[in-house]
């Protein structure tokens, strides 16, 4: 059975059929754990992330009643959740987890890429990328606090790990392979100036300079528009030594 949180959140069955887990609040406290996993999440935090400030008195026997209710659902999966002092936790998940399969190939392309070896870098996170399935916890993320704080840390890794991927794409000369990966990143992250940087470079290197300018014009039209400032000066000299075709780019 595998848990997947890189998207909407699903739960797959070894015969590829979804596991229908249908309440709101089952679906809440089953992706809270996940995330933690192997880690304990305290009642109180529990709590706070189904119901915020609003929680009944009935709270804590509510959540005793949906683990209850969770651990039958699971019962033939291999996967349990055990209570602890304070809380609960999921046992034996990880290697059913696309975020922990996720977070291994990044941690592998963080020490390739300190041993300069692009294209390991670049095969770990071509793979921890393509785990992706559209924004974290798509469907949970507006449905509590601490569940879009949750994806909203996820998203930037998936960022990062982008970001990563592109500049080794660079060094090896892969322009298009960075060029795909980043134009689907600046749609998530329109105002993220360091992936429209690795955008315009590489657009410029695969020899197209006036799509590598048109990247700079929408950064600028996004940054006006959301947040009321124009890019920075570093994207601005960017731009300008690629409408110069410096060549030392």
């Known amino acids: ?47 706070a992330a189904l119901w915020g400030e609003d929680a009944p008195p009935s709270a804590r026997r509510n959540l005793q009643t949906y683990v209850a209710e969770l651990r039958k ?84 890794r998936r960022m990062a790990a982008v970001s990563d991927f592109a500049g080794g794409c660079i060094r090896l000369g892969a322009y298009e392979e960075a060029i795909d990966q980043l134009r689907v990143a600046v749609t998530w992250a329109p105002l993220r100036e360091d992936l429209r940087a690795q955008l315009m470079l590489a657009l410029h290197k695969s020899g197209r300079r006036a799509d590598a300018l048109l990247a700079y014009h929408e950064c600028r039209a996004a940054l006006v528009e959301r947040i009321g400032v124009g890019p920075s000066q570093t994207l601005t000299i960017l731009h300008d030594r690629i409408l110069m075709e410096d060549r030392s780019l």
């Open 73 to 156: 659902g699971l019962v033939c999966s291999g996967v349990s959740i055990e209570t602890v002092p304070g809380g609960y936790r999921v046992t034996d998940v990880a290697d059913r987890l696309d975020l922990s399969a996720f977070e291994a190939m990044r941690s592998g392309a963080a020490k390739a890429l300190s041993a300069r070896d692009d294209t390991a870098v670049v095969q770990m996170l071509r793979d921890a990328l393509d785990l992706w399935r559209g924004s974290a916890l798509q469907d949970l993320a507006d449905s509590s606090d601490a569940l879009r704080n949750a994806a909203t840390q996820l998203n930037e």
């Open 1 to 47: 059975m595998r848990f997947l949180l890189l998207g909407h959140f699903e739960i797959h069955q070894p015969d590829g059929r979804l596991l229908a887990v249908t309440r709101i609040k089952h679906r809440q406290l089953l992706a809270l754990l996940l995330l933690d996993s192997p880690h304990a999440v305290s009642t109180d935090r529990c709590i």
